[in-house]
Nanobody, 123 residues
Framework: VQLQASGGGLVQAGGSLRLSCAASGRTSSSYAMGWFRQAPGKERDFVAAISWGGAGTYYADSVKGRFTISRDNAKDTVYLQMNSLRPEDTAVYYC?????????????????WGQGTQVTVSS
């Protein structure tokens, strides 16, 4: 399975970005997807996750009310709409696939990872 993330960039505080992540290859018949982020010198942290059907969504407390995760199964793509961005949101954002339809906030539950896309929020 290959994951290609895109949509990162430089934005001012208060601005918005939309990340996309397209999955290709031999994915399982149903799979959850998630977003994690890693700032310099820090661990990779959970951001958001979505179940196969889209009904189950989970968010880190730090992004609730500002970020929205969604997916288009016809395109094997997950999105992360990020609004009201803050400098502390600056990080490399990674998308991930879990070989089951149930979403998880646990880094170790994901089987495949994308290459990451840089998000920089200036103050």
């Amino acid at each position: 399975v290959q994951l290609q993330a895109s949509g990162g960039g430089l934005v001012q505080a208060g601005g918005s970005l939309r990340l996309s992540c397209a999955a290709s290859g031999r994915t399982s018949s149903s799979y959850a997807m998630g977003w994690f982020r890693q700032a310099p010198g820090k661990e990779r942290d959970f951001v958001a996750a979505i179940s196969w059907g889209g009904a189950g969504t989970y968010y880190a407390d730090s992004v609730k009310g500002r970020f929205t995760i969604s997916r288009d199964n016809a395109k094997d793509t997950v999105y992360l709409q990020m609004n009201s961005l803050r400098p502390e949101d600056t990080a490399v954002y990674y998308c991930a696939v879990r070989n089951t339809g149930w979403a998880s906030m646990n880094y170790y539950d994901y089987n495949y990872w994308g290459q990451g896309t840089q998000v920089t929020v200036s103050s």
